[in-house]
């Protein structure tokens, strides 16, 4: 009993809300944004500019990957294109043509490409920014949405003023200055160097922060669930956003369970369990074809390794039926630790057992599947 009482102690903590049943209502709500929350975000800049790159790499995907952006082309017919996150739809970067160009006028841009549709917007350029960039920066403020400048092919630049004996440090910083006096008209707002080849150099993770720092929780939540494992800070980052989930989860399985507790697969809600380690499996960039994919650019053989979890094998294996599930997740030893918490039967209240169970459940898988993807980094050597 005592138990039960410090879960719902923790749980009414978590939720920062008074009473109980508000803070079940907040927790309903937390879990459908866990999966249905929308992020549109527009990469706008002239042909050339690096932006389809640069839409792939934000979605770990690369330039001869299926959906990806293609790359490289020259642009004829201008138009808007939707790229939906590979595997969470509800995420949507747009790669949207710059302003001024043939079928999108100065004029009537802000209404021809539906500017208030956006979350934000990124602004590219490979060179110095154009008077039209900073024509739409200005639209943009207009309309009280954010966006980001970002200078493209950085590691070109690099490569090429050290051929000229001018070091890493000197080129970033005199690009950084030769930027921002650019747009000083703009009030010489923050410029963010990024290559699309390696987003964990250079100032990816600076973007991010701003990102993180201007969008409301559960969009920076969704975004960073959605980014490519670039850094081992990139994967910590999405830990903590799982983690945030866990107890919220936990609560609305709990009102599933309705009737007294006879074992542990009628404990917690199974198929919400199996979802969600297969949502954090796929942030964490543990599925085949991410692995082989990190493999081939590192040149290290990753896949074999992280095939030794079993979590990640039940996972990778698709068992969703429940009882085999369960099965699968009994011999990784995940749930083995917590059916002492389970009791065999009885009249305890089922809601707050199955909070206490299914918090076990999700916590501990949440670490088994971190711990694998954090030896992938090291195999990796991202840092
Ligand atoms: N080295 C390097 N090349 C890049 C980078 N981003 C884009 N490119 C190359 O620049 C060219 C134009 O890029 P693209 O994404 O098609 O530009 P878009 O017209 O703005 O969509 C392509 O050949 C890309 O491979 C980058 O970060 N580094
Ligand atoms: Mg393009």
Redesign the pocket.
């Known amino acids: 009993m005592a138990d039960q009482q410090d879960d719902v102690c923790a749980l009414l903590n978590h939720a920062d809300e008074p009473g109980l049943e508000r803070a079940i209502a907040k927790a309903r709500e937390l879990v459908d944004r866990l999966d249905n929350v929308v992020l549109n975000i527009a990469v706008t ?10 839409v792939n790499a934000f979605r770990g995907l690369s ?1 001869t990957d299926e959906g990806a952006a293609p ?3 020259t ?1 004829t017919t201008m138009e808007i294109r939707a790229y939906p996150h590979p595997t969470m739809p509800n995420v949507k970067i747009w ?1 949207l043509p710059g302003i001024g160009t043939k079928n999108f006028k100065a004029k009537t841009y802000v209404k021809d490409v539906k500017l208030q549709n956006y979350d934000f917007f990124i602004i ?1 350029s490979e060179k110095r920014f154009r008077e039209y960039d900073i024509m739409l920066a200005k639209e943009i403020q207009k309309n009280k949405k954010n966006f980001y400048f970002i200078r ?5 630049d690099i490569a090429n003023a050290e051929r000229r004996g001018v070091t890493e440090n000197d080129t970033l910083q005199k690009i950084k200055n030769d930027c921002q006096e650019n747009l000083r008209e703009l009030g010489s707002p923050p410029v963010f160097l ?4 390696y987003l964990g150099r250079f100032d990816f993770s600076e973007l991010l922060s701003a990102l993180e720092t201007d969008l409301p929780d559960r969009k920076s939540d969704a975004l960073v669930r959605s980014l490519p494992v670039y850094s081992r800070q990139c994967l910590e980052k999405k830990y903590n956003t799982f983690q945030k989930a866990v107890w919220a989860l936990a609560v609305v399985s709990g009102g599933i369970a309705a009737a007294p507790v006879p074992g542990l697969s009628a404990a917690c809600d199974v198929a919400m369990v199996a979802t969600f380690f297969t949502t954090c499996y796929r942030s964490f960039g543990l599925d085949d074809n991410s692995l082989t994919k990190l493999g081939m650019r590192v040149d290290k053989p990753i896949l074999q390794m992280v095939k030794e979890s079993k979590l990640v094998q039940a996972i990778a294996g698709k068992t969703f039926l429940s009882s085999q599930f369960v099965a699968r997740l009994g011999a990784a030893g995940i749930i083995e630790s917590v059916c002492s918490l389970v009791p065999v039967a009885g009249n305890i209240a089922a809601a707050g057992v199955s909070f206490a169970t299914t918090r076990s459940v999700l916590l501990e898988g949440l670490k088994e599947l971190y711990r694998v993807a954090l030896q992938v980094i090291e195999m990796a050597e991202l840092t």
């Open positions: 800049g002239a042909a050339g500019a690096g932006k389809s790159t640069f330039d790359t490289g082309e642009e790669d590219v493209s092919m950085i590691d070109q990024i290559s699309s080849l």
